[in-house]
Each structure stands twice: as structure tokens, then as C-alpha cells.
């Protein structure tokens, strides 16, 4: 998180200081979704995604990396349950 008082007494612009509140506040929403669900914007003709849970915004490279953790987690999961569940030989 961003010192925004710090930033403040440093001479910051206005500008920039908007800036970092608004990564300050997106930082928050994203730290505190249980679950993102991003759906596919354009910002200025960039492409963006927007949780559709907790609102935060982030880039690809976040939503890609999101998303390949849940895919990992989801392999090791499954192969937890296929260790711990016995073969019929022996139940």
C-alpha cells in the first residue's frame, strides 16, 4: 500500500496522488475477494478484466496467473483424493 500522506509531504501532484489511492483502493478489494470471476473490458483500448465479485481491475498477466493457480490447485486436490481414496482390493 501506497503512504498516501507520505506521498503528500514529498510535494506529490494531485494527479499522481489519485493515481495511488486508486491502486491503493483496487489493492484492497483484490486482497480481500474470496473468489475472482473476471470478465474481459477494454480501457482505452486496452484489454482489462473486472472481478465480478470484489471489482478490482487487473491486467492479463494478473487473470493468467490467477488462473493457472486454480489450475494447480485443482491438479494437486485430485491427486490428494486419488491418494487417500483405497482401491477396491483394499476396502
Do not use: W
Amino acid at each position: 500500500m501506497f503512504d498516501i500522506e507520505k506521498a503528500r509531504s514529498k510535494g506529490m501532484d494531485e494527479r499522481t496522488i489519485k493515481i495511488l489511492q486508486d491502486i491503493n483502493e483496487n489493492n484492497q478489494k483484490e486482497e480481500s475477494c474470496r473468489r475472482h470471476e473476471f470478465e474481459r473490458e477494454k480501457i482505452n483500448g486496452l484489454p482489462k478484466y473486472r472481478c465480478k465479485n470484489c471489482g478490482c481491475m487487473e491486467d492479463v498477466s494478473f487473470v493468467k496467473g490467477y488462473m493457472r493457480g486454480l489450475e494447480h490447485v485443482k491438479i494437486n486436490y485430485q491427486k490428494e483424493i486419488l491418494n487417500a481414496t483405497p482401491s477396491p482390493r483394499e476396502a
